[in-house]
């Protein structure tokens, strides 16, 4: 930052001192160029004076023709002439010198006149005396005499002075010894000439010097008026100068900003330049920055889908142990009659449950963090959903000796269109936490339907608890991934903090809110609606009745059925699930065949027809799906039409759409659901071959 500034100030010096010389050298051109200008006036004066002069010349020169004249009386023609022309005394001498009309001259004096016997006209000028012109009068190429007209020098300056500049200009004429012929016009009163001054002097004397070699010269001179342009000029066929000085001021009007404007178009232009360097070096930076970014979201991506793919192995890699564990233990749970044991297998049980569930919720989120959770929307019964819940709930809810109530409005549509997996998800979160943060007291769930058209309503759902209650404070907390809040009350109980996070995140996906509304001590509730389609007219009906009338009847595990007569297979890479099913199903007495691959499968399948097949989607080699094409696709085949069902602990949620598509009949999902399991086979087994036992 600092170098920076240094060498901004360096930079702003180095321009400053350019700046000023080329100001300096604008302003010189323009004083060269004017100096140009001024001789070419001080030429142009000089041609005036000089035409002047010679029209006086000729004047005389037509004079003189008269005067010599045959028979003409010289002296009377010409005091005819000048009685008539008065500006200066006319005269007429013989070449010996003798006066014939009017004033005698001497040629002392006057050079002219010898030039004039020379038979050359001529100009000179007498100190004191004045301006003579003089020309010969000639007969025959004979000077018979001279004629002169003389201006005396109190009215040169009237007959022969130079107006220049407009009047601002001050201009003479001089002989070669600088004696001053003609003054300078206008002299106004009291005003003060500079011919004196010293640097004035010197001004003439270079100029004169320089008329040497040229006809006329201009230089600028400092004097006391100010700064002012001296220029001379040859006055031609005179051997006189003519001189002069204008005021520098005059002579610069109108071009006198034109060095301040360059200066001004040069501080343009650096600015031009700063302000273009800025906006680059910011193009560039944002450039450079979007590169990063760019590179950051690449290798973002890159490390979110190997995150994902790696959560997506370990889901399957620790659900299948997990199914194990759970599997045997439900066969402690039904074959052990020792207190112990059952109760050692219980805690087996919530253990695995639980775990089951972290997997899921860290599963659901990565793939929320990474994009891939996507909503499906089809038709589904919202009744069904509330029944799922509810009786969820309130088996644990009973655990924990709460009460548990839903209150649900009769009239609310039951076809919706929507992700019944996600619906469900986001209410098992909301009720789950409402039992787990409820000590004593009660659980409520409301539904009801808000907003309703012919195709579309929101879905309102609350949870009201009577538990520990939430923090003003920390209600903001409780959406982000991994907060847990009030530890101190909370720290016994389990959680990884993801279940809201997830229900905000999935809510989101779908449009929907969620609100909190809570009195520390107290109680929560927590309101979410979701906007979803109507699928048709039926409606919920009083499910709050049929809900109550259920739980009365006290469900406790059994089987329902027993097949004697039923054949199945069951494929499973994992030797210890073929053994885990073939337990759970014991008591059905069903007859179990395991395969331990998909080969053994297809050799098995060829040579049995099975009344159901429960086919493990992931094994080495030939993967479930591929199975299944085989064996519905052999000749003479034995199980065209047998229900195959997809077992697997692949994906947590939204996968059995995916198996029914490619052409499973139903899907169970590991660990297996003992319920879920035997539902699974009344649904599917021949009829004849099962005798139900209720
Ligand atoms: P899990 O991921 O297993 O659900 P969790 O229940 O701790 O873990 P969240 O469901 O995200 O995580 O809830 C976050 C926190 O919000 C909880 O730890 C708890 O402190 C608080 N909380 C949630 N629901 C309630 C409630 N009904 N009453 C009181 N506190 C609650
Ligand atoms: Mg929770």
């Known amino acids: 930052m600092f170098r920076l500034l240094i060498s901004l100030a360096v ?50 020169h037509v004079i003189a023709g008269g005067v010599v004249q045959p028979g003409n009386d010289n002296t009377g023609s010409l005091s005819n002439i000048q009685k008539v022309d008065t500006s200066g005394a006319i005269g007429l001498l013989k070449i010996d010198g003798e006066c014939l009309f009017g004033e005698r001259q001497s040629a002392v004096d006057f050079p002219c006149i010898v030039e004039a016997i020379h038979g050359n006209s001529s100009i000179s000028f007498c100190p004191g005396k004045g301006l003579m012109f003089c020309v010969p009068a000639l007969r025959s190429e004979n000077v018979l005499y001279v004629v002169y007209r003389l201006y005396p020098e109190d009215v040169l300056v009237e007959r022969f002075g130079i107006v220049s500049y407009g009047g601002e200009g001050r201009t003479r004429i001089v002989d070669l010894n600088d004696s001053v012929i003609v003054g300078s016009l206008p002299k106004n009163s009291g005003e003060m000439l500079i011919y004196d001054e010293p640097e004035i002097v010197q001004g003439y004397e270079e100029l004169n010097r320089m008329l040497y070699t040229a006809g006329n010269a201009a230089v600028f001179k400092p004097s006391k008026i100010g700064d002012v342009m001296l220029y001379a000029a040859e006055i031609g066929g005179t051997g006189f100068h003519l001189t002069g000085y204008v005021p520098k001021r005059v002579v610069m009007q109108g071009v006198q900003y ?36 760019k590179e950051a979201a690449r ?19 620790i659900r299948t142990p997990i199914n194990a564990i759970l599997g045997m233990n439900e066969m402690i749970l039904r074959e052990s009659r020792e207190e112990k044991t059952l109760s050692y297998a219980r805690n087996v049980e919530s253990a695995g449950n639980n775990l089951l569930s972290i997997v899921n919720d860290i599963l659901d989120f990565s793939k929320i963090e990474s994009g891939k959770m996507e909503i499906v929307t089809a038709p589904y019964r919202f009744s069904s959903v509330l029944n799922d819940v509810s009786n969820m709930i309130n088996f644990r809810a009973r655990e924990k000796k709460l009460a548990f109530k839903v209150e649900a409005q009769k009239t609310m549509p039951d076809n919706l269109m929507g992700d019944e997996v996600r619906i469900r998800q986001v209410i098992t979160n909301i009720l789950n936490n409402a039992v787990k943060y409820t000590n004593e007291g009660s659980v409520t769930l409301r539904v009801r339907a808000e907003d309703v058209t012919t195709d579309r309503l929101t879905l309102f759902v609350e949870v009201e608890d009577t538990g520990i209650g939430i923090r003003k404070e920390d209600r903001e907390k409780l959406f982000k991934k991994f907060e847990r809040v009030d530890l101190k009350q909370n720290n016994t109980i389990e959680g990884t903090g993801l279940g809201l996070a997830i229900t905000s995140n999935l809510l989101t996906l779908m449009n929907g809110t969620v609100s909190v ?14 906007p979803q389609g109507v699928g048709g007219e039926d409606t919920l009906g009083d499910f709050r009745m049929r809900f109550e009338r259920s739980t009365d009847r006290v469900t406790e595990h059994s089987e329902n059925f027993h097949a ?7 494929v499973d890479d994992t030797r210890m699930n073929l053994v885990v099913i073939e337990g759970l199903l014991k008591r059905t007495l069903v007859q179990v065949e ?24 992931r094994m080495p080699g ?23 069902i997809c077992l697997t602990a692949d994906a947590v949620t939204g996968a059995r759409e995916r198996y029914l598509q490619e052409g499973f009949t139903d899907y169970l999902s590991k660990p297996v659901d003992t319920k879920a399991l035997e539902r699974t086979l009344m649904k599917y087994l021949p009829p004849e071959k099962i005798d139900s036992l209720t």
């Open 258 to 293: 034109i060095g301040m404007m360059v200066l001004m178009v040069f501080l343009f232009l650096v600015a031009a330049v700063f302000f273009g360097g800025f906006l680059l070096t910011g193009l560039e930076r944002r450039m450079r920055e979007s590169d990063k970014l």
């Open 564 to 570: 004697p007569d039923a054949h199945i297979l069951v």
């Open 594 to 617: 395991t395969a331990p691959g998909g080969e053994e499968a297809l050799a098995m399948a060829k040579e049995n027809a099975y009344d159901l097949i429960l086919l493990d989607q």
């Open 299 to 317: 290798i973002a991506e890159k490390s979110n889908s190997a995150k994902s793919e790696f959560l997506a192995n370990m889901s399957h890699e």
């Open 517 to 530: 509304q809570s009195e520390y001590g107290k109680g929560s509730v927590f309101t979410i609606r979701i």
């Open 11 to 60: 930079l702003i010096v180095l321009l400053g001192v350019i700046g000023v010389g080329l100001f300096a050298r604008v302003n010189a051109l323009l004083d060269v160029y004017m100096e140009t200008q001024g001789e070419k006036q001080a030429e142009t004066l000089a041609e005036i004076t000089e035409r002047q002069f010679a029209s006086e010349l000729t004047t005389l």
């Open 622 to 644: 030939m993967d479930g799906t591929e199975v299944l094409k085989r064996m519905k696709s052999m000749e003479e085949g034995r199980n065209a039409s047998t229900p195959v």
